[in-house]
């Protein structure tokens, strides 16, 4: 149900629905992409691809890495190997594709976040690097929707309110300057703390 919509300038429009699990809770239109934000599981998104918080051994792990390959079986892990053994560990900020297993989703894209490491190790452009690749890699595979965890913020310690302004910065810009099929993304947040940093993110720089 749509309690409140704003109209921006011609190419934004936001919208605050009421939620239940996965359902939208915010949308701002960016030429022709549509930007969201959902609370809930990431595993159970029905976008194209969604985006794992790997980390660069590729080897599965805890958090949103953990639910993924669990949901997802072990076909993914399998893919993964072979990746690792042919071009070696990820390196933070790169992405890389597989299929979804048992998932509802066509493709994971596992790109590895930056370790907090309290502001000044090239975080934040790691971060938005994270959010681009992945980005990038589902244009050059044709994909029209993609959905992301809030990465960095679990085990590698990057705060909510930082870790939104680089995710929201970086998936507009590219709204704005290279998405050619891609007209839906995804930011599905696992808690309430989570969800209010990137609504706030979003609507400041929607305004901009
Ligand atoms: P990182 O190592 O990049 O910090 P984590 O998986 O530890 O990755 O955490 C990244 C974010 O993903 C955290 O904010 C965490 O709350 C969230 N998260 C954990 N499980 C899920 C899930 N199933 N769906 C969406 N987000 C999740």
């Known amino acids: 149900m749509v309690s409140a919509v704003w109209y921006f300038k011609d190419n934004y429009l936001l919208t605050n629905t009421i939620t239940e699990q996965n359902h939208v809770l915010m949308i701002v239109k960016i030429k022709n992409t549509a930007i969201s ?36 079986g072990p076909s993914i892990l399998e893919e993964c190997k072979k990746i690792v053994a042919k071009q070696g560990r990820l390196p933070p900020g790169k992405a890389v594709i597989t299929a979804a297993g048992n998932l509802p989703t066509k493709y994971v894209i596992h790109t590895v976040g930056p370790v907090w490491r309290g502001g000044n190790a090239n975080e934040a452009a790691i971060l938005a690097s994270a959010y681009t690749e992945s980005l990038r890699l589902a244009e050059s595979h044709k994909l029209e929707s993609i959905a992301f965890p809030s990465i960095s913020t679990g085990a590698y310690g990057y705060p909510f309110a930082a870790a939104s302004a680089v995710a929201i910065d970086s998936v507009i810009k590219f709204a704005k300057n290279e998405a050619l099929l891609l007209k839906k993304i995804v930011f599905v947040l696992f808690n309430d703390a989570a969800y209010e940093s990137y609504a706030g993110a979003l609507e400041i720089i929607s305004r901009q």
Do not use: C, P, W, Y
């Not at 029905?46 to 997802?72: F, K, P, Q, W, Y």
């Open 37 to 72: 934000l959902v609370k809930g599981d990431i595993t159970f998104q029905e976008t194209d691809a969604i985006v794992n918080a790997a980390n660069s051994g590729l080897m599965g792990g805890g958090g949103v890495d953990g639910a993924i390959h669990r949901a997802g």
